[in-house]
Protein backbone atom coordinates (compact mmCIF):
# COMPACT_ATOMS: atom_id res chain seq x y z
CA UNK A 1 0.00 0.00 0.00
CA UNK A 2 2.67 2.20 1.25
CA UNK A 3 4.20 2.02 -2.79
CA UNK A 4 0.57 3.12 -3.57
CA UNK A 5 0.96 6.55 -2.07
CA UNK A 6 4.71 7.00 -2.76
CA UNK A 7 3.67 6.99 -6.50
CA UNK A 8 0.29 9.03 -6.08
CA UNK A 9 2.82 11.39 -4.44
CA UNK A 10 5.11 11.70 -7.38
CA UNK A 11 2.98 11.70 -9.74
CA UNK A 12 0.67 15.00 -8.38
CA UNK A 13 3.30 17.29 -9.38
CA UNK A 14 2.86 16.69 -12.69
CA UNK A 15 -0.11 18.22 -14.21
CA UNK A 16 -0.09 16.11 -17.70
CA UNK A 17 -3.21 13.90 -18.11
CA UNK A 18 -1.26 10.77 -18.22
CA UNK A 19 -0.09 11.15 -14.35
CA UNK A 20 -4.02 11.64 -13.45
CA UNK A 21 -4.37 8.86 -15.43
CA UNK A 22 -2.43 6.52 -13.24
CA UNK A 23 -3.65 8.75 -10.13
CA UNK A 24 -7.04 7.37 -11.37
CA UNK A 25 -5.67 3.53 -11.34
CA UNK A 26 -3.56 3.93 -8.09
CA UNK A 27 -6.83 5.10 -6.01
CA UNK A 28 -8.96 2.23 -8.04
CA UNK A 29 -6.62 -0.67 -6.73
CA UNK A 30 -6.07 1.24 -3.35
CA UNK A 31 -9.84 1.44 -3.28
CA UNK A 32 -9.86 -2.76 -4.17
CA UNK A 33 -7.14 -3.47 -1.76
CA UNK A 34 -9.45 -2.07 1.02
CA UNK A 35 -12.54 -3.52 -0.33
CA UNK A 36 -11.36 -7.11 0.27
CA UNK A 37 -9.59 -5.99 3.80
CA UNK A 38 -13.40 -4.64 4.40
CA UNK A 39 -12.25 -1.13 5.14
CA UNK A 40 -14.89 0.46 3.80
CA UNK A 41 -14.37 3.76 4.88
CA UNK A 42 -10.99 4.08 3.36
CA UNK A 43 -12.49 1.66 0.23
CA UNK A 44 -14.67 4.95 -0.27
CA UNK A 45 -12.11 7.43 0.53
CA UNK A 46 -9.98 5.83 -2.69
CA UNK A 47 -12.99 5.56 -4.93
CA UNK A 48 -13.86 9.04 -4.34
CA UNK A 49 -10.51 10.37 -5.11
CA UNK A 50 -10.57 7.66 -8.26
CA UNK A 51 -13.61 9.51 -9.68
CA UNK A 52 -12.29 12.81 -9.18
CA UNK A 53 -9.47 12.24 -10.79
CA UNK A 54 -10.84 10.04 -13.82
CA UNK A 55 -12.78 13.36 -14.54
CA UNK A 56 -9.65 15.81 -14.44
CA UNK A 57 -7.70 12.93 -17.19
CA UNK A 58 -11.01 13.30 -19.26
CA UNK A 59 -9.95 9.48 -20.39
CA UNK A 60 -13.25 7.63 -20.89
CA UNK A 61 -11.29 4.58 -19.48
CA UNK A 62 -10.43 6.47 -16.39
CA UNK A 63 -14.17 7.84 -16.27
CA UNK A 64 -15.80 4.23 -16.31
CA UNK A 65 -13.26 3.14 -13.75
CA UNK A 66 -14.00 5.75 -11.63
CA UNK A 67 -17.43 5.70 -11.69
CA UNK A 68 -17.05 1.57 -11.19
CA UNK A 69 -14.96 1.91 -8.62
CA UNK A 70 -17.18 4.38 -6.32
CA UNK A 71 -20.13 2.04 -7.33
CA UNK A 72 -18.24 -1.06 -5.99
CA UNK A 73 -17.58 1.08 -2.62
CA UNK A 74 -21.54 1.82 -1.95
CA UNK A 75 -22.15 -2.23 -2.56
CA UNK A 76 -19.48 -2.90 -0.18
CA UNK A 77 -20.76 -0.54 2.05
CA UNK A 78 -24.26 -1.54 1.81
CA UNK A 79 -23.01 -5.67 2.21
CA UNK A 80 -22.04 -4.69 5.84
CA UNK A 81 -24.94 -2.47 6.43
CA UNK A 82 -27.76 -4.06 4.51
CA UNK A 83 -30.22 -1.73 6.40
CA UNK A 84 -28.85 1.37 4.85
CA UNK A 85 -30.50 0.67 1.40
CA UNK A 86 -29.54 4.32 0.09
CA UNK A 87 -25.85 2.48 -0.55
CA UNK A 88 -27.55 0.09 -2.82
CA UNK A 89 -29.26 2.89 -4.91
CA UNK A 90 -26.15 4.75 -4.43
CA UNK A 91 -24.26 1.23 -6.14
CA UNK A 92 -26.92 1.22 -8.70
CA UNK A 93 -26.86 4.69 -9.56
CA UNK A 94 -22.50 4.70 -10.10
CA UNK A 95 -22.66 1.82 -11.81
CA UNK A 96 -25.16 2.55 -14.01
CA UNK A 97 -22.80 6.02 -14.49
CA UNK A 98 -20.24 3.43 -15.63
CA UNK A 99 -22.05 1.45 -17.58
CA UNK A 100 -23.69 5.07 -19.58
CA UNK A 101 -19.58 6.00 -20.36
CA UNK A 102 -19.27 2.57 -21.95
CA UNK A 103 -22.13 3.01 -24.19
CA UNK A 104 -21.27 6.77 -25.15
CA UNK A 105 -17.57 5.74 -25.86
CA UNK A 106 -17.41 2.01 -26.38
CA UNK A 107 -15.73 2.71 -29.50
CA UNK A 108 -12.90 4.74 -27.46
CA UNK A 109 -12.52 2.67 -24.00
CA UNK A 110 -9.31 0.75 -24.30
CA UNK A 111 -10.12 -1.82 -21.61
CA UNK A 112 -13.60 -2.96 -22.71
CA UNK A 113 -13.73 -5.81 -19.78
CA UNK A 114 -14.71 -3.41 -17.08
CA UNK A 115 -18.01 -2.95 -18.97
CA UNK A 116 -18.80 -7.12 -18.64
CA UNK A 117 -17.73 -6.44 -14.72
CA UNK A 118 -19.79 -3.22 -14.44
CA UNK A 119 -22.81 -5.02 -16.22
CA UNK A 120 -22.35 -8.60 -14.38
CA UNK A 121 -22.30 -6.29 -10.84
CA UNK A 122 -25.67 -4.79 -11.99
CA UNK A 123 -27.29 -7.41 -13.02
CA UNK A 124 -26.04 -9.29 -9.55
CA UNK A 125 -27.25 -6.42 -7.43
CA UNK A 126 -30.79 -6.65 -9.68
CA UNK A 127 -30.78 -10.65 -8.68
CA UNK A 128 -30.04 -10.80 -4.98
CA UNK A 129 -31.78 -7.59 -4.28
CA UNK A 130 -34.97 -6.39 -6.12
CA UNK A 131 -38.42 -7.56 -6.64
CA UNK A 132 -39.30 -9.90 -9.88
CA UNK A 133 -40.64 -6.76 -11.41
CA UNK A 134 -36.92 -5.21 -11.87
CA UNK A 135 -36.30 -8.93 -14.38
CA UNK A 136 -36.22 -6.54 -17.04
CA UNK A 137 -33.24 -4.51 -15.88
CA UNK A 138 -31.57 -7.59 -14.59
CA UNK A 139 -31.86 -8.98 -18.41
CA UNK A 140 -30.82 -5.48 -20.09
CA UNK A 141 -27.57 -5.52 -17.86
CA UNK A 142 -26.69 -9.54 -18.21
CA UNK A 143 -27.32 -9.37 -22.02
CA UNK A 144 -24.85 -6.08 -21.77
CA UNK A 145 -22.53 -8.33 -19.72
CA UNK A 146 -22.81 -11.24 -22.31
CA UNK A 147 -21.98 -9.11 -25.65
CA UNK A 148 -18.65 -8.09 -23.67
CA UNK A 149 -17.79 -11.00 -22.12
CA UNK A 150 -17.76 -12.87 -25.37
CA UNK A 151 -15.85 -10.08 -27.30
CA UNK A 152 -13.27 -9.88 -25.21
CA UNK A 153 -13.40 -13.44 -23.90
CA UNK A 154 -14.05 -13.30 -20.18
CA UNK A 155 -15.52 -16.89 -19.68
CA UNK A 156 -15.56 -16.20 -16.08
CA UNK A 157 -18.44 -13.40 -16.89
CA UNK A 158 -20.24 -15.59 -19.04
CA UNK A 159 -20.29 -17.95 -16.89
CA UNK A 160 -22.08 -16.02 -14.21
CA UNK A 161 -24.74 -14.70 -16.53
CA UNK A 162 -25.93 -18.16 -17.36
CA UNK A 163 -25.51 -18.73 -13.35
CA UNK A 164 -27.99 -15.81 -13.07
CA UNK A 165 -29.97 -16.45 -15.69
CA UNK A 166 -30.82 -19.74 -14.55
CA UNK A 167 -31.36 -18.97 -10.89
CA UNK A 168 -34.02 -16.77 -12.51
CA UNK A 169 -35.54 -19.41 -14.65
CA UNK A 170 -35.55 -21.68 -11.34
CA UNK A 171 -37.64 -18.93 -9.32
CA UNK A 172 -40.35 -18.88 -12.18
CA UNK A 173 -40.49 -22.83 -11.98
Not at 118 to 137: C, H, M, Q, V, W
Amino acid sequence: MSAFINADKLLKVSADRRALSYRTLINHYAASIYAYGSDTLKQHKYAVLALQLSKMSRYPDDVQIGYMTLAHSFFSAFEVQTKRRMLLDSAVYYYRKSAEVYRRNQDKILIQSNASVTALNLTNIYFKYFPEGFRDSANRYVDDALKVARKTNMPEVIANCYGIMSEYAMRRG
